[in-house]
């Protein structure tokens, strides 16, 4: 049980994008792969095997946790949460819009999917273009009938201008709660935390490779899938409690990347050795290192890591080290499930 360099998951998808997930990772690129999926135990919607995540031995990790899960999630976190890791990794780089879309909260999964997970997300920006925006919520309440009303019609213009904006700039973090529709320009590259599922209803595609008459709805229906969608406004305050921003993120040592309220869901935190080593306590941990070169070390050994490499460290390793190399610094951001005593949100 020691700390492993993961291999590139990219896969296609609908829409365009990836090349920086292949600059950064080393991996295929675009132009129409543009997610990975992290350390990821969950499948895509109705795709299985398609999203699971193999270890550099050809394992399935899924199948890895199912074997000793104590040993990659801990004791206490197998107690609370059972053998799931709890959390879905992902990079989204975006060459086109995303349309929008939402996803599902537990108890709308649980009631018509039979599922413990909805997906409430974050995003961590990594590259952003000026003026970047993203659309997060109804600006002004909304009727179920309206909303609609303008996905039977198909109409992309209503949707967009219905949405509450917000400019995003590298370094910031956005929670983005389960029910809100949201959209993200092109040209946004984000890490994504989420719950573990693949649930989304799309409310438009068009000018996108995907049949949302077919496939938006969760094989549900949209008469029920848009019982889903929040339909209350959401005003730039509410806005502001779901963001952290890069001043406040930013700076030596290990430091939060989610708002607050994302502790119910997931964890992430961002480490910079530039004042020193940064030790991240034991657990389930995916280190994304996003600047520099140095060293992780931890109960198992001492292994060398640079900018683009994805480390999966189970609980099993002990606590970590990060360490810049010579002058180098080291920067990048920790990803780890909700902790064992998190509160619990039923959404």
């Not at 996803?103 to 995003?123: C, V």
């Not at 198909?154 to 910031?172: C, I, K, N, Q």
Request: charged share 20%.
């Amino acid at each position: 049980m020691i700390p492993v360099l993961l291999p590139v998951n990219q896969f296609d998808h609908f829409y365009r994008g990836g090349d920086r997930i292949g600059a950064l990772r080393h991996g295929p690129g675009g132009p129409q792969r543009p997610e990975e999926w992290i350390a990821s135990t969950t499948a895509r919607f109705g795709q299985a095997p398609q999203g699971f995540s193999r270890l550099p031995d050809g394992r399935l990790l899924i199948e890895a946790i199912d074997a000793d899960p104590v040993a990659w999630l801990g004791a206490d976190h197998v107690a609370r949460y059972g053998n799931s890791p709890e959390v879905l990794i992902k990079l989204l780089d975006l060459d086109q819009r995303l349309p929008v879309h939402l996803h599902p909260n537990r108890e709308f999964s649980r009631t018509h999917l039979g599922l413990a997970h909805g997906k409430t997300e974050a995003w961590y920006v990594l590259d952003a273009p000026e003026g970047g925006e993203v659309g997060v919520g109804f600006a002004e309440a909304m009727s179920r009938e309206q909303v609609a009303s303008w996905v039977a019609a198909e109409d992309s213009d209503a949707l967009l201008a219905s949405l509450r904006r917000r400019v995003v700039r590298p370094g910031d973090a956005m929670l983005v709660p389960a029910g809100l529709p949201h959209t993200v320009a092109s040209g946004v590259f984000v890490l994504e935390l989420q719950e573990p599922t693949d649930l989304s209803i799309l409310l438009e595609w068009q000018g996108f490779a995907v049949d949302g008459r077919k496939d938006g709805h969760l094989d549900l229906g949209f008469d029920t899938v848009l019982g889903a969608v929040d339909y209350s406004a959401v005003g730039d305050s509410d806005l502001d409690r779901l963001v952290l921003t890069r001043e406040q993120i930013e700076g030596a040592g290990l430091r939060s990347a989610m708002p607050e309220a994302a502790d119910a869901y997931f964890r992430a935190h961002r480490f910079d050795a530039a004042a020193g080593p940064v030790v991240v306590e034991a657990g389930f941990r995916v280190v994304l290192v996003l600047e520099g070169r140095g060293v992780l070390s931890s109960s198992g050994g001492s292994m060398e890591v640079a900018k683009g490499d994805v480390v999966l460290v189970p609980f099993a390793a002990g606590d970590i080290t990060l360490h810049g190399e010579g002058s180098s610094s080291l920067v990048g951001v920790v990803c780890r499930p909700p902790a064992p005593d998190a509160p619990m949100n039923a959404r």
